[in-house]
């Protein structure tokens, strides 16, 4: 038996022989020599199995590998060896992060702070942390909590920005990230937060120069490609899109937000078969997913599949209660799609200031919808008050306002561009296939375009803004051959090709000079029903207009001045279909519409909401039921309410 000194001696000599293998093992790490790095780890762990050191060094030697998950491991059992060590417990705060463990991260962050309360990297990894658990006004403070303590924080100033886009700042984000790009010009993350705050104000080449920036310092940066596919997708080039998600999967396959984003690009497209797989292919991967459930829901409710629709959107509230897109789908079904627990849970939502505004914005057009097929017409009409007003918010935020004076200007601009000697000099053109259906939203446009796409010579190709996207600096033949490949290569067999923009209302007078064989359909509805129903619609695109009953008035008597100028200069040539006549009795107005556009009668067109083909618009649901007249009359219900809309209205044009 070793006497004490003895004992003594052989601690010493373990603690020297732990001591130059953790010294190898650091040298090894700043060397890049990984391989060697861990081998002194393992050697060191065998000289001392308890020590938290080995254990800290591995996760950053599986870190740097790529292995996250043995990382992970790793910091959790040095932090579990030694309570005291604020490098390791900074470290697992970082890490966790990095995890998706927000949870732990955030409790490693703050006992780093208990140990001492001035440690930037744990305040900044706390935001993170925070951050990624919705918890922004929190995640802000701890930035601040950083920037108070050092001003030029890249990391911070990137942290914050990123957080005030999530918390609808965008232009303050803009400021921050602005002012991270300048000390570090060279930081792609920086430079990708930045075009993200830009796209969200529309600021769409200035997103993508940023992007462009990043990308030639860094061409593999993955989160620069996404990036671009955002800003693709959010100005409607979703083959582009799909194209920058590719580009970035290839970098870093198991992005699961970019996955999700090239599906919903893809579903864009009308390529529904990808996209669905796009989907699934995701939810093998993280079948907890609930975007990717919503997503599939919406694919499939797109394809005419709507009990598996159903399903779906039902698993994305089952996984997230906060999931307000899965909501409002359900509240949006031919079915009353929400049960009384579901509603107390929606309301619970709406009033819920850790839930993002955008999710409580959603809420309450789900709930004012329910309430409304209810009859409950009080709430329902506190709850789309109430969506519309957190709307105009939203939008005031990123400068998106309406402004009746420059609506009724550009009307006049318009007419002053396109009076009755404008077509005399009109491209001599024979072609004949698109047909346009314009008019309000809300007006009836999606179901006439599913009664045409119904006939087996026509293909409905959406709201494909054909026209409205066409730039000015070409010429009008350069127009006809960029229209015509927008809308034929989704069909080169069909006789008619129907694009149904509704704002192509606007564009009537270049339509007639481009396509003088073009057929224009003109969907109507009572104004007041009309102005109830966009209202009611919590749209994805950003019209200011659409979120006050008084700008509602202004925009239709804009819309109502400029249609008259069309049926004066263009006599004859518009087809005007009234839904409310639609609806009551359907069969003559089609014939009418089918003889209109040339072609034979077909039975088909009657059975519209049988048809198997894509429908991308808010209409989704409605459309793929029988003929109804519920709708018609609806502001009957809301009469007291619509007393702004009804003055403007009133006072007209």
């Known amino acids: 038996m070793m006497n004490r000194q003895q004992r003594r001696q052989a601690a010493k000599g373990r603690a020297r022989k732990f001591q130059e293998h953790m010294n190898a093992a650091r040298s090894g790490l700043e060397e890049g020599d990984l391989v060697a790095a861990q081998r002194s780890c393992l050697a060191a762990m065998s000289v001392d199995p308890l020590a938290a050191g080995p254990h800290h060094l591995l996760a950053h030697v599986a870190y740097a590998q790529g292995r996250l998950r043995e990382a992970g491991n790793h910091i959790l059992e040095a932090a579990t060896r030694d309570d005291e060590n604020v490098d390791i417990h900074a470290d697992c705060g970082a890490i966790m992060n990095v995890l998706g463990r927000p949870a732990e991260a955030e409790a490693a962050c703050r006992h780093v702070l208990e140990l001492q309360a001035n440690h930037i990297g744990a305040w900044n990894n706390l935001a993170v942390a925070l951050d990624i658990q919705g918890r922004h006004n929190e995640a802000l403070q701890a930035c601040d909590e950083v920037l108070t303590r050092d001003p030029d924080f890249v990391d911070a100033l990137v942290n914050k920005g990123s957080v005030l886009v999530k918390s609808d700042d965008p232009v303050s984000a803009i400021e921050v990230l602005a002012r991270a790009v300048e000390l570090v010009p060279d930081n792609p993350l920086a430079r990708v937060n930045l075009a993200t705050a830009l796209r969200t104000v529309g600021e769409f080449d200035a997103a993508e120069a940023q992007c462009r920036t990043a990308l030639d310092m860094h061409p593999d940066y993955p989160e620069a490609h996404s990036a671009l596919g955002d800003i693709y997708s959010a100005t409607k080039q979703f083959e582009s899109a799909v194209e920058a998600y590719d580009e970035a999967l290839q970098r870093r396959p198991g992005l699961m937000a970019v996955r999700l984003n090239r599906a919903a690009a893809l579903h864009k497209l009308g390529n529904l078969d990808d996209a669905a797989a796009g989907y ?171 009664i045409l796409s119904s006939h087996p010579e026509v293909v409905g190709v959406g709201e494909a803004m054909s026209v409205a996207a066409l730039s000015p600096d070409m010429s009008e033949n350069e127009m006809v051959r960029a229209v015509l490949e927008r809308l034929a290569g989704n069909d080169a067999d069909a006789r008619r090709i129907v694009d149904k923009t509704p704002f192509h209302f606007r564009d009537l007078g270049l339509i007639r000079r481009l396509f003088p064989k073009a057929r224009i359909v003109h969907c109507m509805r009572d104004p007041m029903d009309t102005g109830l129903s966009c209202y009611m619609q919590n749209f994805v695109e950003d019209y200011p207009w659409s979120c006050d009953l008084a ?29 409310d006549a639609l609806v009551e009795d359907p069969e003559p107005y089609v014939r009418e519409l089918i003889g209109f556009i040339g072609l034979e009668w077909d039975g088909a067109c009657m059975e519209f909401h049988k048809s198997r083909r894509t429908v991308l618009s808010a209409s989704s649901w409605q459309v793929r039921q029988p003929l109804y007249t519920s709708s018609k009359g609806r502001a009957g219900h809301y009469a007291d309410e619509l007393a702004p809309l009804r003055r403007v209205l009133e006072a007209g044009a």
Not at 435 to 449: A, K
Not at 554 to 562: D, G, P, S
């Open 280 to 450: 699934r292919s995701v939810l093998n991967d993280f079948a907890d997913s609930a975007d990717a459930h919503a997503g599939l829901g919406v694919v499939q409710l797109a394809g005419g599949d709507l009990a598996a629709a159903a399903t779906s959107f039902r698993n994305a509230v089952d996984l997230d209660p906060h999931h307000a897109r899965a909501w409002a789908a359900l509240a949006s079904s031919p079915d009353d799609g929400l049960s009384d627990e579901d509603l107390r849970c929606v309301n619970e939502m709406c009033v819920d200031d850790a839930v993002p505004v955008e999710s409580r914005i959603a809420g309450h057009f789900a709930l004012g919808e329910v309430y409304d097929r209810r009859c409950d017409y009080i709430a329902a009409f506190r709850h789309f008050h109430a969506g519309n007003e957190a709307r105009k918010a939203r939008m005031a935020a990123r400068k998106h306002v309406f402004d009746p004076e420059i609506m009724a200007a550009d009307v006049a601009a318009i007419i002053g561009a396109y009076p009755q000697e404008a077509f005399s000099d009109a491209t001599e053109g024979d072609e004949e296939r698109p047909v346009f259906v314009v008019g309000l939203p809300r007006s009836g446009t999606t179901l006439i375009e599913q």
């Open 551 to 579: 700008h509602i008035g202004y925009f239709i008597n804009a819309y109502r001045r400029l249609m008259a100028h069309w049926r004066t200069v263009m006599p004859g040539e518009i087809i005007e279909i009234s839904y």
